[in-house]
């Protein structure tokens, strides 16, 4: 089992002042930063675009990018995405386009890649990509903006994964997206997940320390 990890989501970050936001990440000691990329079609938000996380590069950070492209057409920027400093790029399957052959590119440009299903997609879309991810990221959100209610019902689709995992000796991280909060991310451990996205309950946390601590002792 993966131990458990916390990637902040610097969409809840000061978008003035991005590279300070990463900085409050990484001086916690916290490792992981979550990126989301949005592109007002997949979802009807915008967020940022590669020149942002190239600028954070710039800026000195050195955290492991964990870039969530939420776009209709990701195989169109994963080489972007690389070359702007991403470790992970993950990539929905709702969309039409060749995932498998978009997940090996992610590899052959030298990131970890990740495969990411909406609450209204079943577990088994992703199941024939299983042995080719780094990381399965189960939204628990529709996803688009912060700060919405966490979705239990994704619990199960956690433990069909987890369990698929277990079954066929795979090592992928399992990866949970949208409302996470110590309370929720607990449920997620026990379901199977390991690496934990927050935006809004990290950034709001009045006591940082204490709630990266706790998030690494889950
Ligand atoms: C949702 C994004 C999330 C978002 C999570 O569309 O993919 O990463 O930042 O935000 P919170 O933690 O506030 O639900
Ligand atoms: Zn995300």
Redesign the pocket.
Known sequence: MHAALLAP?L??GDHANLAASAHAVSSLGISWL?L?LMDARF?PNLTFGPETLAALRRAGSTLFFDT?L?LAEPHRYVEAFAKAGSNLISVHIEPDYDHAATLARIRALGCQNGIVLNPGTPAAAIEHLLPQVDLVLV?T?Q??????PFRRDMLEKLRIIDTWRRERSLNFRLEV????DLVTARECRTAGADTF?????FFRAPDKPAFAAAFAAL
């Open positions: 989501s969409l809840a979550h989301d979802v969530h939420m939204m959100v996803p688009g903006f912060g700060g919405q997206d949208g409302g996470i996205v927050a935006g809004t309950s």
